[in-house]
């Protein structure tokens, strides 16, 4: 382990595979406290515990939520913050496949 990030706190979304899960590895692999989400709970179970594995880091956790739901993501926030004092790094890799448009309560309260 590098600890080059040792007493940094990294918020990384899409965690369980992909792009996110190498993230997560890599950024754990430098020391720094990685919090994962996963819209999937048992993916991100498998995907937490190889992460931990391969990095040697136990300070990596997961949460979950389905971020295409603000009242998910309200709840992570507030979830996080309850248990962590500050943010570093927020990774936004989460991606989703939206068949129709849809409008967030801050989208429309930003609007002109």
Same mark, same amino acid.
Do not use: Y
């Given at each position: 382990?590098?600890? +080059?990030?040792?007493?940094? +706190?990294?918020?990384? +979304?899409g965690?369980?595979? /992909?792009?996110g899960?190498?993230?997560?590895?890599?950024?754990?692999? =430098? /020391?720094?406290?990685?919090?994962? #989400?996963?819209?999937?709970?048992?993916r991100?179970? +498998? $995907?937490?515990?190889?992460?931990?594995?391969?990095s040697?880091?136990?300070?990596? =956790?997961?949460?979950? !939520?389905?971020?295409s739901?603000? $009242?998910? #993501?309200?709840?992570?926030?507030?979830?996080?913050?309850?248990?962590?004092?500050?943010?570093?790094?927020?990774?936004?890799? !989460?991606? /989703?496949?939206? /068949?129709?448009?849809?409008?967030?309560?801050s989208?429309?309260?930003?609007?002109?």
């Amino acid at each position: 382990m590098k600890d +080059t990030m040792k007493d940094k +706190t990294v918020l990384i +979304t899409g965690a369980n595979s /992909g792009i996110g899960k190498v993230a997560a590895t890599r950024i754990a692999e =430098e /020391g720094a406290t990685v919090v994962m #989400v996963s819209r999937n709970r048992e993916r991100g179970e +498998t $995907a937490l515990a190889e992460i931990k594995a391969h990095s040697g880091n136990e300070k990596v =956790e997961l949460m979950v !939520a389905d971020l295409s739901s603000m $009242a998910q #993501v309200r709840v992570l926030a507030s979830d996080f913050k309850k248990k962590h004092h500050s943010l570093h790094v927020l990774l936004n890799n !989460a991606g /989703g496949i939206i /068949g129709t448009r849809q409008v967030t309560w801050s989208a429309v309260a930003c609007s002109p």
